[in-house]
């Protein structure tokens, strides 16, 4: 299994809160990603990040922000949490970026916002 | 653009039984596909990929699938059905530039009765 943990597992938290999720791997991947899990919807990429302080949105990027200060780490910061957040996420990883890559997941973080 | 349409979020079969989930996508680029299975309260996990080359694509623990251009589709085929498959599916197209962003579909909860 690919080294990636993520913490915490489960969090609850109350509207209007800051949130930090951190994704942690030992693969030395370069590229990662968050993404959202909802039922109906499948996985939605949030962010992802091509290297360190490399960034860039997804398809679903509004009310989340990121930061990668080291090659292992990379953080999802909710800034004020809402209702609609309460999802369960996901950290990804890849090698690299090429179409065939295979992107291995962490565990997942349940997240609720009260 | 791309998107990925399971067919049924729900299939249930017997064990030993043929089990056949359904993918259809929609790509402006030849596609490159993939099949991630979820278990219980774990992150996804690769069940295989299509490239380019063969279009019968053999994966893990017996799945099976088969790249059909001109039907757009990818459905996921295993012979018989073991208690262990019960998982929910995830089908996934990648985008065709930039980082390896996968599109995924809403998913397929396979249930196995005895």
């Known amino acids: 299994d690919a080294g990636i943990t993520q913490s915490p597992r489960h969090k609850v938290t109350e509207t209007g809160t800051p949130v930090t999720l951190r994704c942690h791997q030992t693969?030395?991947?370069?590229?990662m990603y968050w993404y959202r899990q909802d039922p109906g919807h499948g996985l939605r990429l949030i962010h992802y990040s091509y290297g360190v302080k490399d960034t860039d949105k997804g398809e679903v990027s509004d009310g989340y922000s990121v930061s990668r200060s080291k090659t292992e780490d990379f953080l999802l910061t909710l800034e004020s949490a809402t209702s609609s957040q309460t999802s369960v996420y996901f950290c990804?990883?890849?090698?690299?970026?090429?179409?065939?890559?295979?992107?291995?997941f962490g565990p997942g973080t349940r997240l609720t916002v009260l | 653009a791309q998107s990925v349409t399971q067919l049924g979020s729900h299939v249930s079969v017997s064990e030993g039984a043929l089990v056949l989930l359904r993918c259809n996508y929609s790509s402006s680029v030849p596609p490159y596909l993939f099949w991630y299975v979820q278990y219980p309260n774990q992150g996804l996990q690769l069940l295989l990929k299509y490239t380019t080359g063969a279009t019968l694509v053999k994966g893990i623990n017996g799945f099976e699938a088969e790249f059909k251009k001109s039907e757009t589709s990818f459905h996921l085929t295993k012979p018989s059905a073991h208690m262990s498959d019960a998982a929910e599916y995830f089908c996934a197209v990648s985008f065709p530039q930039g980082a390896q962003k996968l599109v995924f579909g809403q998913g397929t909860r396979l249930t196995i009765n005895p």
């Open positions: 693969e030395n991947h370069r590229y």
């Open positions: 990804a990883i890849s090698e690299d970026s090429r179409r065939t890559d295979t992107q291995y």
